[in-house]
């Protein structure tokens, strides 16, 4: 038992500075307003069925600690884990909820306010076994959206931008969209998909994520409503095991306007997640989907585990997980 009134200022880094428990986990775990329970634990005695965490950095404050648990409605039952990855060192515990789907949602909301990292969870694929990860390409595994990269270079940039937004927040048919906007690049000269591929920004933390979770033999793959020409790119560049995207169609060294064979919309990237499991062996509760846009929640639901990345209302709202803050590599603290 502590004095909580001096602990609480402390984030988790410093407080376990003090008082080391690396050695002694699992450990139980209580916070409240009057006081602060760390004791010794039998592993035989940790709940290990339809298990629920929740997963913060060490810079949480205990303060911050204490106000989440109110806010979000669980409680703190045990430390089971400390995690250094990523150069970074995050803390699992065991909590008990009434309503993980409310608690989630409370979690996910307080992260996005108070600009930190949560995760409330259950069940969530393993690092340290063989995974899939299939992850959208624009503004997820790059930080631009190539067609409106594309329609600046061909002159209609603001028109297309806007209807890209429209999409990703849901509000237009993908497919519907997709056709309206590669219409405007109708004559463009095919060098202006090779001057937006020289120049495309890798998103913070892809390399090293997929660095780490091929350690662990993890496939990876691009679903994307986006094109080959981008995402083959990127496969090539980054040694993905997939990639699956629109095809442009190019005559005479131009753009028609035109997009060949069928439309990889919200279905087919969920169908490609499926493809892939199949292919490689994967079981399902070893695959991620990782998006930020409305057409990217069909394949999320079809994952075992779903993260919405610096995603859209719609998407934060239903995601089994979210990373607002930091790169993608922030999911290597997510998975078990």
């Given amino acids: 038992m502590s004095n909580i009134a001096n602990l609480l200022p402390l984030s988790l880094e410093q407080y376990f500075a003090q008082h080391p428990v690396n050695d002694k986990l699992p450990a139980t775990f209580s916070l409240s307003e009057q006081q602060l329970n760390i004791a010794s634990l039998d592993v035989e005695k940790l709940a290990h069925d339809k298990v629920v965490e929740l997963v913060v950095f060490s810079q949480l404050t205990l303060q911050q600690l204490l106000v989440l648990q109110g806010c979000a409605h669980f409680t703190i039952s045990a430390l089971t884990t400390i995690n250094y990855r990523n150069q970074q060192t995050s803390f699992r515990f065991q909590v008990h909820v009434n309503d993980f789907a409310q608690s989630r949602k409370a979690v ?13 969870l259950t069940q969530v694929p393993k690092l340290t076994e063989p995974g899939l990860l299939v992850m959208d390409m624009d503004s997820t595994t790059i930080e631009i959206e190539c067609i409106d990269e594309i329609a600046k270079l061909a002159g209609v940039g603001i028109e297309v931008a806007e209807v890209t937004e429209r999409a990703m927040q849901g509000e237009l048919d993908f497919a519907q969209s ?7 690049l109708a004559d ?3 060098s202006i998909l090779s001057d937006v591929a020289k120049n495309i920004p890798l998103m913070a933390g892809l390399e090293n994520l997929i660095a780490e979770l091929k350690k662990h033999h993890w496939r990876i793959a691009i679903a994307s409503g986006g094109f080959t020409y981008f995402a083959d790119h990127l496969k090539d560049k980054l040694k993905l095991d997939a990639a699956f995207a629109n095809t442009l169609e190019i005559t ?3 753009l028609t306007g035109k997009v060949l064979g069928d439309v990889v919309d919200a279905q087919v990237k969920a169908d490609s997640l499926a493809i892939l499991s199949k292919e490689y062996q994967i079981p399902k509760n070893q695959t991620v989907a990782m998006g930020d846009g409305a057409n990217d929640l069909v394949m999320m639901a079809a994952a075992s585990f779903g993260v919405a990345f610096h995603a859209k209302p719609i998407v934060l709202e239903q995601a089994d997980s979210t990373i607002n803050q930091q790169g993608l590599d922030c999911l290597l603290h997510w998975l078990a």
């Fill in 178 to 184: 997709l056709h309206q906007r590669v219409a405007t």
């Fill in 108 to 120: 996910a909301k307080y992260a996005l306010e108070n600009g930190i990292e949560a995760a409330l």
């Fill in 188 to 190: 463009s000269p095919e």
């Fill in 252 to 254: 005479d060294g131009k």
